[in-house]
């Protein structure tokens, strides 16, 4: 799933620009279901991501069983600190 895709699946847009702050709420909250329902690793780390962006994201342990999982999502909340984008 691309970043695109997560934006018109959540917030019916492609265009970050286009999101209005009404829908921030709705959708962080079905990102939230999505991520305690979905058993894919790729899918769970993309909603991760982009409730990290949000400033929602749950807690790396209790997200991620897998290390290899959880080192990955340090190290995007790293890159996401030194580019100035972190939640």
Known sequence: MTFEDQLE???????????????VDAAIERMQVDLGLT?????RFALWCMLFMFG??????????????????????EMSEQTGQGG
Do not use: K, M
């Open 56 to 77: 929602r994201a749950p807690d790396i342990d209790q997200t991620f069983a897998d290390r290899a999982e959880r080192d990955l999502a340090r190290d995007f909340i």
């Open 39 to 43: 058993t894919v690793p790729g899918e």
């Open 9 to 23: 699946r959540y917030f019916g847009t492609r265009d970050p620009a286009a999101i209005v702050p009404q829908a």
